[in-house]
T-cell receptor
């Protein structure tokens, strides 16, 4: 199993550009989520999904969209990138649950810079 | 909303020293508690977790943590650290019934050989 795969690993955007961060898992996990990690801030939850067709907002959802058309994929879309979105983004999944009562499996992260 | 405080942002120890990393949370109800670790160049991975039962939990690589409900704490310990323990350590809390985890800011641990 590949686990949780994120692409790209690095990305540089200009302010106002849009892009999609990809996340895929091959473990048949129901729960998937996106976190961002900023220096001195820890990880903060952006959006999450408890199954295909179901998504919800986390702590810092503004400026991001998600969809969950399949169990495997959970892309994160930046609609109009801003410098404040410069961060490292992590995708995480778990077999079931709501992201707080099971072990999370993390991807390797996407380092995004917005100029 | 719950919050998590990790007392030390940077810790430097010599090999064979004992380790204790502090973690306190602010939530009065039932919680699930986690420690995650991120080794250089690797994914975040679970070190150990506490849901219920024995408040002293053991994790991978010789780590353990003790849940003290009266102190809202979940400190991570290891009796004798190794150079390979150099990593970023994150404490995380979930209030039962809530979605997702609230992470602390992390502790960057450096072990000097």
């Amino acid at each position: 199993n590949a686990g949780v795969t994120q692409t790209p690993k690095f990305q540089v955007l200009k302010t106002g550009q849009s892009m999609t961060l990809q996340c895929a898992q091959d473990m048949n996990h129901e729960y998937m989520s996106w976190y961002r990690q900023d220096p001195g801030m820890g990880l903060r939850l952006i959006h999450y999904s408890v199954g295909a067709g179901i998504t919800d907002q986390g702590e810092v959802p503004n400026g991001y969209n998600v969809s969950r058309s399949t169990t495997e994929d959970f892309p994160l879309r930046l609609l109009s990138a801003a410098p404040s979105q410069t961060s490292v983004y992590f995708c995480a999944s778990s077999l079931t649950g709501t992201g707080g009562n099971e072990k999370l499996f993390f991807g390797s992260g996407t380092q995004l810079s917005v100029l | 909303a719950q919050s998590v405080s990790q007392h030390n942002h940077h810790v430097i120890l010599s090999e064979a020293a004992s380790l204790e990393l502090g973690c306190n949370y602010s939530y009065g109800g039932t919680v699930n508690l986690f420690w995650y670790v991120q080794y250089p160049g690797q994914h975040l991975q679970l070190l150990l977790k506490y849901f219920s039962g024995d408040p002293l939990v053991k994790g991978i690589k010789g780590f353990e943590a003790e849940f003290i409900k009266s102190k809202f704490s979940f400190n991570l310990r290891k009796p004798s650290v190794q150079w390979s323990d150099t990593a970023e350590y994150f404490c995380a809390v979930n209030a039962q019934g809530a979605d997702g985890l609230t992470f602390g800011k992390g502790t960057h641990l450096i072990i000097q050989p």
